[in-house]
Structure formats: C-alpha cells, structure tokens
C-alpha cells in the first residue's frame, strides 16, 4: 500500500472514533433530559437525514476540491455539531449537523482509494479501512460508554479552565466536549493526505444541473446489471448496520436491563465480528463472486430474530459476533465491486455519493420505520422481530432480481464479471 493510504486510516480512524462515541453521549443526553423514547432510536435516521438532502452536492464537492481539504473541512462541520449539542441545540439537530460533516467526508475518503490504489487493491484496500472503521466503532462505543460513566465522568468534570464558565456540567456534555479534540485529531491527519494526479472536475454553480448530473449517475448505476446488484445489497446491509448500533441500546435495556455504559460494551460487541470478518473476506474474496454471497443477507435478517430469545450476557457476547460477522463478510466483497463499478462508470466521488445516498436513504428508512413501530407502542422485542423479517425478505428479493440477471442477461453479466476478473489483476 501506498504511505498516502495509511495517513487516510489514520484520520478515518479518529474521525470515526469521535462519531461514535458522539452517539452514545447524545444518547445518554437524550435520556437524562427525560426525552421520549422514541427519540434514542431517531437518532440514526437524523444523521443519515444530510447524506440523502445533499447527495448531489457533496459527490460534485469531492471531485471539485482536493479530497484531503474536504475531509478536513467535513471534520470542521462535525466540531460545530458537537458544540450545538453542548450550547442549547436539540440533540437531534445537532446530530444532523455532525450527519452533515459525515455526508461531505465520504465521498471524499473513499473517492480518494480509487485515485491512490490500482483496482488489484480495492479489495483489499476496503477490507482495512472497513475493518479500521469496524475497530474504531468499537473503540468509539466503548469510549463513549465509559466518558458517561460515573468514573470517567467525575474525572472530566472535575478539569476547571480559570475565569471561564464552560457550561459543561453533566457527564454526557462532558463527553461530548471531548470528542471534539478527537476531531481535531483527525483533521490534522486530514491535511497530511497526499495530493493525488486525478484531475479534478470543476463544480456547477447551477443546483438544477447538479441535482440533474446526479440523478443520472445514479440511474446509471442502478441501471449497471451488477452495480445496481452490489448497491442494492450494500444499501441494505449498511441500512441494518447503522441502524443496530442504536437499537441494541432499548434492546440491552429491555432484555438484559442494562444502563447505556453497560449496553455501550454489547453495542462494540456486535462490531467485533465484523471487523474480523472484513478483514478475513478482503483477503478470500474477489470482485467477480461478490454477487455469490447474496444468501448471507437473508441469514443477517433471520439471525436477528434470535436477539428475542436471548436473556443473558453469556449467550449474548457470542451471538452478537456472529450477527456482526454477516455484515462484515457480505459488505467488504460487494463495496469493492460497487467501487469498481461505480469507477468505471462516473468519477469516483460522483459515484460514492450514488452510493452514500441509497444507503443512508436506507438508514433513514428504516431508522424512521423502527422509530414508528416503538413511537406507537411497540416493544423493542417486536419491533426488532418485524425488522428482522422485512430484511430477509428484501435480501431475498435481491437474490432472486440477480438470478434474473443471469437468465435475461447473461451474455451483460458474463461481460461485466470479466472486467471484474481481468481488473483484480
């Protein structure tokens, strides 16, 4: 690999941290002002809501500008969230300002992998930086959990600035005042990013013409016979993904009776396995027998229905690992083949903001689908049971779209996987 791409995993990593262990602070903020229940689960949706609004913009912005200054402007936005959450501002607004940063910084960091690496990489590239980012949501989990504990928090709170009143004065604005040192870490690392040779695509002032260029990208690859299949699957997978790192909080709660520093260390739990697994698919699988691994997706679904039957830490730890490793496995191999589709039809930040949109359109999907079910009375045993079972059956429906693929065009599809098969060499 080249040196520019470990400077990336760095300010990946950091800035990952940070948003994670942002959540759990905002979660617990949530539930210290005494704020429905409802609004813990909202808090995915609300930070997908910029990825989906500004989709075509930040696509354009990544491929306009040099991707080192965008992320570390995206990082910049991030910090005035954090300091909205601590000055007044709703949780869940704030929240979608630090959603807003995150929408700008992706295309950028993963746009900038298909201009550093050869397409022999991506896979491999994908498999770190996933399994990086899987570690520092763990990490960041786990951090978060403990910052708003009572030990943690009683040592923050007890830092006194001379003649100024910080207004921080409970442990979760404690927290969250410190992740925005982390961002700055991050954004350090930002502006260490190498400069790449891919020329960059001047941006239209025009937001129709955006929105138009957009939507034809996006059509594009949805209309790509294998890119509209790895989008499909990694949409829902990441829509699952993002949502299950806030609804194992009333899980915990609801099944084992836990605090949210205690259900911060199942939260870092269900991640472990997908770091593993990331890792272990970016270096068994290959671009060309992604679509193979479309029935692992229908288990994910089914596998969470067994959350309903679990009572103790014990069967607990070992089960949430296996979840976690069918996301891990599935996504890596069908990311890169995304990239490598998107790539060859668009610039490479037009088509992760493609991506980043029908995911978080995902997110914001089911997050506000589960959010509806526990507004109206729901439990969180039937609720996960009904989410469950609406995943498998997408997934399913992807399995059969793709064998209809195979048969209506398969001489496309044959083609297609070719260029895969040839590229990952």
Same mark, same amino acid.
């Given at each position: 690999?080249?040196?520019?791409?470990?400077?990336?995993?760095?300010?990946?990593?950091?800035?990952?941290?940070?948003?994670?262990?942002?959540?759990?602070?905002?979660?617990?903020?949530?539930?210290?002002?005494?704020?429905?229940?409802?609004?813990?689960?909202?808090?995915?949706?609300?930070?997908?809501?910029?990825?989906?609004?500004?989709?075509?913009?930040?696509?354009?912005?990544?491929?306009?500008?040099?991707?080192?200054?965008?992320?570390?402007?995206?990082?910049?936005?991030?910090?005035?969230?954090?300091?909205?959450?601590?000055?007044?501002?709703?949780?869940?607004?704030?929240?979608?300002?630090?959603?807003?940063?995150?929408?700008?910084?992706?295309?950028?960091?993963?746009?900038?992998?298909?201009?550093?690496?050869? &397409?022999?990489?991506?896979?491999?590239?994908?498999?770190?930086?996933?399994?990086?980012?899987?570690?520092?949501?763990?990490?960041?989990?786990?951090?978060?959990?403990?910052?708003?504990?009572?030990?943690?928090?009683?040592?923050?709170?007890?830092?006194?600035?001379?003649?100024?009143?910080?207004?921080?004065?409970?442990?979760?604005?404690?927290?969250?005042?410190?992740?925005?040192?982390?961002?700055?870490?991050?954004?350090?690392?930002?502006?260490?990013?190498?400069?790449?040779?891919?020329?960059?695509?001047?941006?239209?002032?025009?937001?129709?013409?955006? *929105?138009?260029?957009?939507?034809?990208?996006?059509?594009?690859?949805?209309?790509?016979?294998?890119?509209?299949?790895?989008?499909?699957?990694?949409?829902?997978?990441?829509?699952?993904?993002?949502?299950?790192?806030?609804? *194992?909080?009333?899980?915990?709660?609801?099944?084992?009776?836990?605090?949210?520093?205690?259900?911060?260390?199942?939260?870092?739990?269900?991640?472990?396995?997908?770091?593993?697994?990331?890792?272990?698919?970016?270096?068994?699988?290959?671009?060309?027998?992604?679509?193979?691994?479309?029935?692992?997706?229908?288990?994910?679904?089914?596998?969470?229905?067994?959350?309903?039957?679990?009572?103790?830490?014990?069967?607990?730890? &070992?089960?949430?690992?296996?979840?976690?490793?069918?996301?891990?496995?599935?996504?890596?191999?069908?990311?890169?083949?995304?990239?490598?589709?998107?790539?060859?039809?668009?610039?490479?930040?037009?088509?992760?903001?493609?991506?980043?949109?029908?995911?978080?359109?995902?997110?914001?999907?089911?997050?506000?689908?589960?959010?509806?079910?526990?507004?109206?009375?729901?439990?969180?045993?039937?609720?996960?049971?009904?989410?469950?079972?609406?995943?498998?059956?997408?997934?399913?429906?992807?399995?059969?779209?793709?064998?209809?693929?195979?048969?209506?065009?398969?001489?496309?599809?044959?083609?297609?996987?070719?260029?895969?098969?040839?590229?990952?060499?």
């Amino acid at each position: 690999m080249k040196k520019g791409f470990y400077t990336i995993m760095s300010a990946q990593f950091f800035s990952s941290l940070a948003d994670n262990a942002l959540l759990v602070g905002a979660i617990e903020l949530l539930k210290s002002s005494g704020a429905p229940a409802w609004q813990v689960p909202a808090l995915a949706p609300m930070f997908a809501l910029f990825y989906v609004i500004l989709a075509p913009l930040v696509g354009a912005f990544a491929d306009a500008a040099p991707k080192g200054k965008v992320m570390f402007y995206s990082n910049s936005i991030k910090v005035l969230g954090c300091l909205m959450m601590l000055f007044g501002g709703h949780p869940l607004l704030a929240y979608a300002i630090v959603g807003l940063g995150a929408a700008a910084y992706s295309p950028a960091k993963y746009g900038i992998l298909t201009e550093l690496l050869p &397409p022999s990489q991506l896979v491999k590239a994908n498999g770190w930086i996933e399994g990086l980012t899987v570690g520092s949501i763990i990490m960041g989990v786990l951090l978060g959990g403990q910052l708003v504990g009572p030990r943690l928090s009683h040592l923050l709170l007890g830092f006194d600035f001379p003649f100024v009143d910080t207004g921080v004065d409970t442990p979760p604005e404690a927290a969250i005042a410190s992740m925005i040192v982390l961002y700055i870490i991050a954004a350090l690392f930002n502006l260490r990013i190498p400069r790449t040779e891919a020329p960059l695509q001047p941006m239209s002032a025009n937001a129709l013409e955006l *929105v138009r260029d957009f939507s034809q990208c996006n059509a594009k690859l949805w209309s790509d016979k294998l890119g509209q299949i790895s989008l499909a699957s990694t949409t829902l997978v990441w829509g699952v993904s993002g949502n299950m790192r806030v609804i *194992v909080f009333p899980w915990a709660a609801a099944a084992l009776g836990y605090s949210t520093t205690q259900a911060s260390s199942l939260a870092g739990v269900v991640v472990i396995g997908t770091a593993v697994s990331a890792v272990v698919a970016s270096l068994m699988m290959r671009l060309d027998r992604a679509t193979n691994l479309i029935p692992l997706g229908i288990v994910m679904g089914l596998l969470m229905l067994g959350l309903n039957f679990i009572t103790n830490l014990y069967l607990a730890i &070992p089960f949430l690992v296996l979840l976690g490793a069918t996301v891990g496995y599935l996504v890596v191999p069908m990311n890169a083949l995304l990239q490598h589709r998107g790539h060859n039809l668009m610039g490479a930040g037009r088509s992760i903001a493609v991506q980043n949109f029908n995911e978080q359109a995902c997110i914001l999907g089911l997050g506000a689908f589960y959010t509806a079910l526990t507004k109206f009375g729901m439990s969180a045993f039937g609720a996960i049971t009904i989410f469950g079972l609406v995943v498998a059956g997408c997934m399913w429906m992807i399995r059969r779209w793709h064998q209809s693929n195979c048969i209506k065009h398969r001489d496309e599809v044959e083609r297609l996987l070719a260029i895969a098969r040839t590229d990952q060499h």
